[in-house]
């Protein structure tokens, strides 16, 4: 399919355009007699939208979901520069056909063209997958698949010669193209994980227990220590309470059915991708521990590191935590399988209250699950876990509390609210959950059941119930085998090491001896806040930063770019650093997040600020330039769309940026500081105005107590003061 086309350019110019569509890609020229390339557009991993427009056609968008390039470095017949046309967006393009007829046709052969190449993409990786030892490029997939389209008009030697002689200048956000690396002469040196011995799920005993003699009197001590409602973050539990693993640990059970996010990649339709996402969801829970035991609050610094193998699929998902902040305590974790087309990365803050006869114990944090290959993002929110039966009754734990899981993307939404057994309820009120999934504000299907147990799915338009998740021997028996890192390999502050003494103590049935352990390291953690209390030094984690704007998290070598089954090879991890083995080497991809800012000195990143503050800057005197001159309303006659503003910005720094510079060192601190202390003398001018009001109103309230009134006088000094004080505020907060 050709025709023309009008293109929208960078500077917001249309170019009119000759189009031609093949199978996996959009070539275009600037005619169709001279064959002039401008440049060739990869299908395999854009999207299509139709976008609305106020003039005559129809326009449609194509786009890269992760704001990638969607550009081939050469053309048909290995060209490395394209004709001269107006600038042409990286991330994007937007067409206008001369009618409603031409475009609808258009985006109905563009969407053909999308599947195609999927399809096509997922039978090479099944080729791949049989035989590893044939690897194609990018050049001998167009000469084996579209040799027929008038793609490879020059022979594959002299294409090759070609891309030797000249490399094409990527973008920021593309990957540049390095040579091939022999893959026997890559560092294959990995951690050393053993796989961990058959567990217990304990799935038929219940989450209660009673109490020893010996042990009440240790818990009536401890009441005595505290009141209704108070933090117990910083209290003493009895050792016997404690769980034989850290609470890093216990974070991973929620990863033994990991196969299921691997599904929900797959699905294509984004109500069933959130279904997969809740049934993964729920798969986490009905692991019990044995009798109600709490996991070793984690010490600073402590890290966790583990994998599961997917026999399927021969890929690993690989769990990496490590406790961040003691108070407030904040554990942040990473998992990651870019293979399968998922990463999940937040953190937790674990805070727990006294209530009298209960303790609840919050999970307070966001979760978010990355469909990489979708450029999805998926928030996800945890239960609270109630404990009750402290002084009288029998000792019970049961999750409660309401949970989200939101898809911002796709607008899909589902509520889950864990509830409490009640006061006067039988065995069969307790760990039930009921649900829905929402699209915008309609209800689409609703959740019920035991999350230990069964849950059913009810459809709201065809009324019709289906069993949703069960937790029976089919789904014991497919949970992922975990490793863990060899004993040997571990480093100190690594949980199965950190705690050795303790557990072997816990198992042995030594509660003296565990207690004396755990002492031990507490005492450790205590001593060296105050050393670095002393030094005024602040604790720094090894695996994990803050974000400077949004204030999460992040794992320091966190990559997000989608898997890429001609140039990566596997995912491995040493010392903690996931890395992905590849045949060239590639930039990773920290975030899909416009707005995460690693802590680098002179990153892409950083430089990306640094000009979108000047250029602000800029903008924001042309439009007080404007102001003067007129309203600075939009033309209605430009067919502009409210979404366009966002992709001028990209425009103007593209084309301010040569001209722009900043010091080197220029950080949000820098900017926000003025601000702040500007704001701080201006609230201390307030302060004295206002108390010298006070005091003249103190003056005339004395004057009036005596002579019984105000004069005319006095009243006009008040006033004077007041307006006097309103200049001055008004003047401090323009400046």
Known sequence: MADYMKVRGSWKGWTKLWCVLKPGLLVIYKSPKHGQWVGTILLNNCELIERPSKKDGFCFKIYHPLDQSIWATRGPKGETMGSFTQPLPGSYLIFRAPSESDGKCWMDA?????????????????DSALTMEKRMDDSEIENKHFKHEGLDEDDLENERVKDSDSKSESEASEVEELAPLEVAQQDTKETTYVPVASEDLCLNISQTETLAEENKSLIWTLMKQVRPGMDLSRVVLPTFVLEPRSFLDKLSDFYFHADIIARAVQEDDAFSRMKEVVRWYLSGFYKKPKGLKKPYNPIIGETFRCLWEHPKTKTRTFYIAEQVSHHPPVTAFYITNRKEGFCISGSILAKSKFYGNSVCAVMDGVGKLMLLGRGEDYLITMPYANCKGILYGTLTMEYGGKVTLECEKTGYRTEIEFKLKPFLGGSDSSNQINGKIKFGKETLATLSGKWDEE???????????????????????????????????????????????????LGKGEVHEATKEKYILEEQQRNGFKERKIKMVEWVPKLFERDDITSDWIYKHMDTRPWDILNDIEQFELDGVIQTRTRHRTQIVRTTSIVSIPNRRNGPTK?????????????????????????????????????????????TENEDEASTTLPSRVRVEDIIGPIREGSEQVQKELKTINSRLAFMVQQQSNSRASSGALSRFDWFILAAFMVLGQIVSAFFFRS
């Not at 190449?117 to 997922?122: C, E, F, P, Q």
């Not at 029976?472 to 480093?491: G, H, I, P």
């Not at 404007?626 to 209605?636: E, L, V």
């Open 455 to 505: 849950v059913y799915i009810k459809d709201k338009r065809t009324e019709n119930s289906e069993l949703f998740w069960a937790v029976t021997s089919e789904v014991k028996n497919s949970r992922l085998k975990r490793s863990t890192v060899m004993f040997d390999e571990q480093a100190e502050n690594e949980s199965e090491r950190l705690w050795s003494h303790v557990t072997a103590a």
């Open 607 to 651: 430089q990306r600020l640094k000009r979108n503050a000047s250029l602000t800057h800029a903008r924001n005197k042309k439009k007080q330039g404007r102001a003067r001159i007129g309203s600075g309303s939009p033309d209605p006659a430009s067919g502009e769309s409210e979404d366009s503003y966002a992709e001028h910005s990209d425009v």
């Open 110 to 126: 563009l969407e053909l063209a999308l599947r195609c190449s999927s399809l096509l993409m997922r039978s090479m990786r099944d």
